[in-house]
Nanobody
Framework: QVQLVEFGGGLVQGGGSLRLSCAAS????????MGWYREAPGKPRELVAL??????NYADSVKGRFAISRDYAKNTVYLQMNSLKPEDTAVYYC?????????WGQGTQVTVSS
């Protein structure tokens, strides 16, 4: 099993930046995929960014603005979010996959004001 704890959400003005952190503990060596999802009010949860092996994938809506990275020594994955827009407002969830199971953090609120 894996435990995930997110940090770094908050309120920011449009155009600003935030960095989210996700600290992983437990069976971290078995993780095959790590990433970030978000859920806005009234909308389904959607993929924001993920890392699988040496590759990264981003939602079209965040390409060029967000960057995912992982510090293996600290067992932490980050999401650097730049040029934030009001439509980025959502609860952001850290995700890890150890096939066939998925693990989620508790979520952190990101609110972008116009």
């Amino acid at each position: 099993q894996v435990q995930l704890v997110e940090f770094g959400g908050g309120l920011v003005q449009g155009g600003g930046s935030l960095r989210l952190s996700c600290a992983a503990s437990g069976s971290i060596l078995s993780i095959t995929v790590m990433g970030w999802y978000r859920e806005a009010p009234g909308k389904p949860r959607e993929l924001v960014a993920l890392m699988h092996g040496g590759s990264t994938n981003y939602a079209d809506s965040v390409k060029g603005r967000f960057a995912i990275s992982r510090d293996y020594a600290k067992n932490t994955v980050y999401l650097q979010m730049n040029s934030l827009k009001p439509e980025d407002t959502a609860v952001y969830y850290c995700h890890a996959r150890i096939p066939p199971d998925d693990y989620w953090g508790q979520g952190t609120q990101v609110t972008v004001s116009s």
